[in-house]
């Protein structure tokens, strides 16, 4: 991590900049902006000193704008970290941009290690503080607001029932073969029972409708008995292992690790196998809450949202809000698969905390209908909630609301923010986390609006110098 917040400025990097290399005008403007405002590299610096006991001394890393600038540049071309580091060193105007100038550019996993220092709420605060600036600026207003939600997908394979239990026998004996070759007299006890589950799992997957019926209990009554057998042989290893002594530091910190891996995916292990012996041997329908669907990512939702190409999709809903200037003022990652209605007084309030009024302009689709939301939405100032209704018999009144030209209105601009998520997914990114776990599902989320918001903000300020430059 950084050890100084700005490194000192050589000859070399004023030779680069003499050389009349311009950047693209909406990076430069990015760039001039992210230099105009301080407050949100000094989030990120926090985030890289986090747990430091001397952040002053050590070897030097990469500094808070570097970090910053390289994680939007990263989002805003929607590369990987190999293709990001290859393209920083190559290019004279990226290196200004990401302020490596003539100073050698780390390996691809520095900006790994660099980029999961920083934390959702740090990503969220950034975001925040861009809209609250467009704000004081006069680039938006927040009069309108469309609202709509999405699912971003985790990086698993489709979940059954035999996947999972095949997973978790492959994966414990993968990490007691570690095991076994940091341990000075090996692992005893252990068998290998890979084969013999990779065999039973594709014959679950080989049954024909006809065979599924006479013969998949049976199947997996044995794939449930080995991975039963793998588990309890595998907590008797960590029984065993408990004391070791004679490891030097290395190995003693490298056996820790995987014994508290092989106790996590023991854990998962177990839920797989009630949930197959809930739902297969005694026919019970297992609520989603109590399921797991990926035992790499365990945090992982399934969300139906009634569409006939992606019936079931296994990730996390997102919600999303975009003002009329294309800047995304919320988003948020929900748990489970919440109703989209639940959403609509949550972020009228956190509209109100940002802009100081309801907007005039209330746009989603159907799905965020209700009675009830339509009182909130009234309650709180909202001009016109251009939110058709869902089911039911129209009154007079509602379908004459529906058809007005202002309602009509309100729709095309709702259509808007599905070519935002469109931009999300394609541009920066954000289709699928190939990250693990919650937290860097979180802040790929963050990282993908942060850029989106940039970039806007960036065209904004680019409009309105020219409106300037015209009056002038």
């Known amino acids: ?67 910053l600038r390289a994680l939007t540049l990263q989002r805003v ?83 059954t029932d035999s996947t999972l239990l095949w997973d978790t026998v492959r994966v414990i004996t993968r990490l007691i073969g570690q095991l076994d070759q940091w341990l000075p007299q090996g692992v005893e006890g252990f068998s290998n029972r890979t084969r013999s589950a990779r065999r039973r799992m594709r014959e679950i997957q080989r049954l024909t409708p006809t065979q599924r019926s006479q013969q998949q209990v049976r199947k997996y009554e044995e794939l449930i008995n080995t991975t039963r057998q793998v588990v309890t042989v595998a907590r008797q290893v960590l029984k065993k292992t408990r004391t070791v002594r004679g490891l030097d530091p290395l190995a003693e910190m490298a056996v820790r690790t995987l014994r508290q891996e092989i106790e996590h995916y023991c854990q998962l292990g177990e839920r797989v196998m009630d949930q197959a012996r809930r739902r297969v041997l005694e026919g019970e329908q297992v609520p989603t809450q109590e399921k797991v669907y990926s035992i790499f990512e365990p945090h992982t939702d399934l969300i139906k949202r009634g569409k006939v190409n992606q019936p079931v999709e296994f990730g996390h809903k997102v ?5 009329a200037g294309g800047l995304i003022t919320q988003y948020r990652v929900l748990e489970g698969n919440p109703a989209d209605e639940d959403q609509v007084e949550p972020s009228l309030r956190r509209h109100r905390k940002t802009f100081g009024q309801a907007p005039d302009l209330y746009s989603s689709d159907r799905g965020f209908y209700s009675e009830r939301n339509l009182r909130v939405s009234a309650q709180a100032g909202v001009g016109l909630p251009s939110i058709p209704q869902r089911g039911g018999q129209k009154t007079a009144e509602r379908a004459a609301q529906e058809k007005s030209a202002a309602f009509k209105k309100g729709q095309r601009f709702r259509a808007g923010i599905e070519g935002r998520i469109s931009v999300l997914f394609r541009g920066r990114g954000m289709k699928r ?40």
């Open 1 to 67: 991590m950084s050890r100084v917040p700005q490194p000192q400025f050589s000859f070399a990097d004023l030779e680069l900049l003499q050389q009349g290399v311009q950047l693209d005008p909406l990076l430069q403007t990015i760039s001039d902006f992210l230099a105009d405002h301080g407050e949100l590299v000094e989030r990120v610096r926090r985030d890289l000193e986090r747990g430091l006991k001397n952040p002053a001394t050590g070897r030097s890393g990469l500094t808070a704008p570097q970090v």
């Open 77 to 159: 071309k929607n590369w990987d970290l190999r293709e990001l580091r290859e393209r920083i060193a190559d290019g004279y105007t990226l290196r200004a941009f990401t302020h490596f100038f003539a100073e050698a550019v780390p390996k691809h996993d520095a900006f790994h290690r660099a980029f999961n220092r920083l934390t959702p709420q740090t990503l969220e605060a950034l975001n925040e503080r861009i809209i609250r600036t467009a704000v004081a600026l006069g680039l938006e207003d927040g009069k309108k607001l469309r609202v709509d939600t999405t699912v971003v997908e985790t990086d698993i394979h489709h979940p």
């Open 319 to 323: 919600f999303l809000a975009e003002s």
């Open 433 to 472: 986390c190939l990250a693990e776990g919650r937290q860097h599902f979180e802040l790929l989320v963050g990282a993908a609006v942060l850029a989106n918001n940039l970039l806007v903000m960036a065209q904004l300020l680019i409009k309105k110098q020219k409106r300037q430059r015209r009056a002038a």
